[in-house]
């Protein structure tokens, strides 16, 4: 099983970034999918959330209006689009595949916002 975020970086504030997440090794499409977030010195909190058919997505209030996630089940892959990015949302992103008896993380990927 593998799941491998890519996309991250340095952009500076107000700026746009867009994050995959690769799974291989399981059936993607019976996985609900998310990305969380984790800054230094902070917990690992949830950012978003998408459902496995119907697609509905969550979101943390903080990220509400300026991140979407999306998933495309043919290519086992899960995306995080990220405008008007701040520098509060620095951190290590990390995906997670949630099934019925089974949880996956990937290793994380590295978001710096910084001018």
């Known amino acids: 099983v593998q799941l491998v975020e890519s996309g991250g970086g340095l952009v500076q504030p107000g700026g746009s970034l867009r994050l995959s997440c690769a799974a291989s090794g399981f059936t993607f499409s019976s996985y609900v999918m998310s990305w969380y977030r984790q800054a230094p010195g902070k917990e690992r909190e949830a950012v978003a959330t998408?459902?496995?058919?119907?697609?509905?997505?969550n979101y943390a209030d903080s990220v509400k209006g300026r991140f979407t996630i999306s998933r495309d089940n043919a290519k086992n892959t899960v995306y995080l689009q990220m405008n008007s990015l701040k520098p509060e949302d620095t951190a290590v992103y990390y995906c997670?595949?949630?099934?019925?008896?089974?949880?996956?993380w990937g290793q994380g990927t590295q978001v710096t916002v910084s001018s």
């Open positions: 997670k595949a949630n099934g019925v008896r089974r949880t996956y």
């Open positions: 998408i459902t496995t058919l119907s697609g509905s997505a």
